[in-house]
């Protein structure tokens, strides 16, 4: 019993110490959001070797890959997948093509979109 309350207790300062690590990280993305935002459209749109490229022509297709997982440990991020890709094709469904990775995903996926 006292191996039992000893384990329960190192598991509870682990928990402690990877909540404040992840409160640290969280902060970090925050005060460090909104620099990827502008920096990286500025550079793009800058670079001599990117605008030589850039074409007129419009695609009449658009590919659209659903990164799901293949278990049920990640249920809230799959259904915000299948979620935000069901409501991007019913805009237009002639314009888009699914392409799905994950079996989650996929089951889905596959009950809105059976072809």
Same mark, same amino acid.
């Given at each position: 019993?006292?191996?039992?309350s000893? *384990?329960?207790? *190192?598991?509870?300062? %682990?928990? %402690?110490?990877?909540? !404040?690590?992840? $409160? ?6 925050k ?8 920096? =990286?459209? !500025?550079i793009?749109?800058?670079d ?7 074409t007129?022509? =419009?695609?009449?297709?658009? @590919?659209? =890959?659903?990164?799901?997982?293949? $278990?049920?440990?990640?249920?809230? =991020?799959?259904?915000?997948?299948? &979620? ?10 002639? &314009?888009?093509?699914?392409?799905? *990775?994950?079996?989650k995903?996929?089951?889905a @996926?596959?009950? $809105?979109?059976?072809?």
């Amino acid at each position: 019993m006292k191996a039992i309350s000893n *384990i329960k207790k *190192i598991t509870s300062a %682990m928990k %402690m110490v990877a909540t !404040a690590k992840m $409160k640290m990280d969280v902060q970090r993305l925050k005060r460090g959001m909104h620099f990827g935002l502008n920096v =990286v459209p !500025a550079i793009m749109e800058n670079d001599n070797y990117l605008n030589r490229k850039k074409t007129t022509i =419009v695609p009449k297709r658009t @590919l659209v =890959v659903a990164l799901t997982g293949d $278990k049920g440990l990640c249920g809230s =991020v799959n259904s915000q997948v299948a &979620r935000y890709t069901t409501a991007l094709i019913h805009q237009d469904r002639s &314009r888009f093509s699914l392409f799905c *990775i994950g079996e989650k995903g996929c089951q889905a @996926l596959a009950r $809105k979109f059976p072809d």
